[in-house]
């Protein structure tokens, strides 16, 4: 099968299109036709290694697992938890291949009105956003920094479904867009900082990473949370990068009053069966700015990295 592969850590130019076995499925494991995958922040992370601390996670010297990607939709061929023809999307390591076998615990039957390429901008991202808003009550304010990102565009959706409030932060390119998710307040960065406008927030969902501790709390209401899960953008390699606000986060937690929270989501088969039902509820979708052929997976890292990217960009594996 044909794989995107990285023997070492660099720029995306280090990526090459190569042919390698196709996996076997162990046990509670099933092997899927990739139809298509989709690109995160975390995929530039595994890509350079960085912040140099991440590297703790995806190996020190060179990747653990040499195929990228990990946001996949496709068609079952064999293993446990499913039929073979069954149309799935998941998540796990190596998704940047015409093949994945993955365990079937993270893979869930795919929305029936999604196309494979939707399907699979969901996993991490639509998850990530579930998460983050499963406490949310009706009538509640969120601010999302990070709202056109991959993960930002769920959240406004997923808020508005709970009956949120949401004020959404974004660039000027992406007002309209974020506007039309269902944001009532859009905040363009470029023209207005969102910690100067005395509005306080229920809940703070920080998506990027690049404002301080305190101007965050700046906007979080009395009682409110403060939710990190920024995944920043790649600015020429990092000892810290966006887990410094994690780390600056938990030495002051103790010290005030202000609910400050990790965000972690892990992959999970009900979290999967969730969203598919929101999406085929009409509550939530996926907004895509490009698509790639697999091949052309550098290109695709390049644009992403580059903070062009609106929403998700998605790589056609098996059109």
Not at 150 to 179: D, H, I
Not at 216 to 236: D, F, N, Q, W
């Amino acid at each position: 099968m044909k794989a995107i592969v990285q023997d070492r850590y660099g720029s995306p130019d280090i990526l090459e299109c190569r042919d390698v076995p196709t996996p076997v499925p162990g046990p509670g494991e099933v092997l899927v036709k990739v139809m298509a995958a989709s690109l995160n922040a975390r995929d530039w992370h595994a890509l350079r290694g960085d912040p140099y601390l991440s590297r703790l996670t995806f190996g020190l010297r060179r990747p653990k697992a040499p195929i990228l990607g990990t946001d996949f939709a496709g068609v079952v061929v064999s293993g446990e938890g499913f039929e073979p023809g069954d149309e799935v999307y998941g998540e796990h390591d190596g998704a940047f291949a015409e093949y994945v076998a993955a365990p079937a615990k993270v893979v869930g039957p795919k929305p029936a009105n999604l196309t494979f390429e939707q399907a699979a901008a969901m996993p991490l991202a639509a998850n990530t956003a579930l998460q983050g808003l499963k406490d949310l009550d009706k009538g509640r304010s969120v601010l999302i920094n990070g709202a056109s990102g991959g993960v930002g565009t769920f959240a406004v959706q997923l808020a508005k479904a709970r009956g949120a409030r949401v004020t959404a932060v974004c660039s000027t390119r992406n007002a309209e867009m974020v506007a039309g998710l269902g944001a009532d307040r859009v905040v363009d960065y470029r023209k207005q900082d969102f910690a100067t406008t005395g509005e306080r927030h229920d809940l703070v969902f920080d998506l990027v990473g690049n404002r301080s501790l305190g101007d965050l709390r700046k906007v979080l209401a009395p009682g409110g949370t403060l939710l990190i899960s920024g995944g920043g953008v790649y600015e020429g390699g990092s000892l810290f990068g966006p887990i410094g606000l994690v780390l600056r986060s938990q030495l002051v937690r103790p010290l005030i009053k202000d609910k400050i929270q990790l965000l972690g989501a892990k992959p999970s088969r009900a979290n999967f069966t969730a969203l598919r039902e929101l999406a085929e509820g009409g509550d939530v979708t996926s907004v895509i700015d490009r698509t790639y052929p697999l091949e052309e997976a550098a290109d695709a890292m390049r644009y992403l990295e580059g903070e062009h990217a609106r929403a998700k960009v998605v790589l056609t594996v098996n059109p």
